[in-house]
């Protein structure tokens, strides 16, 4: 299919409108009939997903696919083999179980994941928390009042993840004033910001939005970027914005098929993260959630993803790769195995091209 083909141009708001973010959200598709108006697709087959798991996209997104099932169309459009996968657990990491309060998860003795949006501008067709997103009634200004009083009375939390669905889809007045809380609890020491709006709507990243947010440091910024396609003009300059206000950046990926799961591809993103002043934090092995099931693959090949990245890329852009065990388990680094053998006086290491070297020790 010829690239402009596929999708019907969209026109930019001004970048000093404030407002322009709340009206590409207003503008974005959320229906079969709206999205089968831009792109070949069935409508009826796309009905019956989004009546279990909703739909998003906006128009900068929508603009960003090229082909059908390209890696944005992939990460965008519902696919029908989401609700054919019933066999994996809806909340597979059991999240629910450990959340003392709704919509805080208190795994790790200093840190709580703290899920204050239920909206995303994007809702990615491999979320691990499908069963959330977009489903407004379940985190509200009420349970983000209880979330801040946990965490009040509770003094080993020391790191406070954002995380939602979406913080950064919460208007300007209420992010600064639930940060302007967790900053006044003496025992909170750094709070993060777990959002994929840098890539999915980057005019949101306003210079309203970079000043609230820089008065609360130390605050960090994980993004989720998962394709080099993704590196665009108007996300470097969001992520510029971020950063020129001291937040520094990370970036959590996800492994999936289809998408990035080739040495060229991920190398690409990687690099490109680096030069936009993000640091690839994460690289995740997609996690066993009902209705992602068609973006799994084996760890094997994350494992060999992992040992291309050695040698060919920056050290500062390679991710840990991460497992994240079912059932609460919490999250366990993999990497490729370098040591060969060992005895008592030396290592046998194989080296990023695979030469094999003593280590004295
Ligand atoms: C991932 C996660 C964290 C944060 O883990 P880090 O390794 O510190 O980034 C915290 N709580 C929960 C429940 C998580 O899933
Ligand atoms: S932005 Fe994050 S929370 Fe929202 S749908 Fe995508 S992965 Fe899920």
Redesign the pocket.
Known sequence: MAPDALCTPFTHHPADDSDSWQRMIADSITTAEGLAAHLPVDPDRIRTVIQRYPMRITPYYLALIRQQQDPIWRQAVPDPAEIRDTDLAADGLGEEPQSPVPNLTHRYPDRVLFAVSSQ?????R?????RK?GRPAGITAATRREGVAYIRHHTEVRDVIL????PLMLADEVIAALLAELRAIAHVETIRI???IPC?LPQRITPTLVGILRRFHPLFLNT?FNHPAELTPAAAQACAALADGGIPLGCQT?LLKGVNDHPAVMQSLLRGLLKMRVKPYYLHHPDPIRGTAHFRLPVRKGLELMRSLRGAVSGMAIPQYMIDLPGGGGKVPLLPDYVQGADQNRLCVANYRGEIYEYPG
Request: charged share 20%.
């Open positions: 995303c501008a994007v809702y990615c491999h979320c691990m928390r499908k997103v995380s939602g669905g979406d777990h959002s994929r999915t989720h996800v």
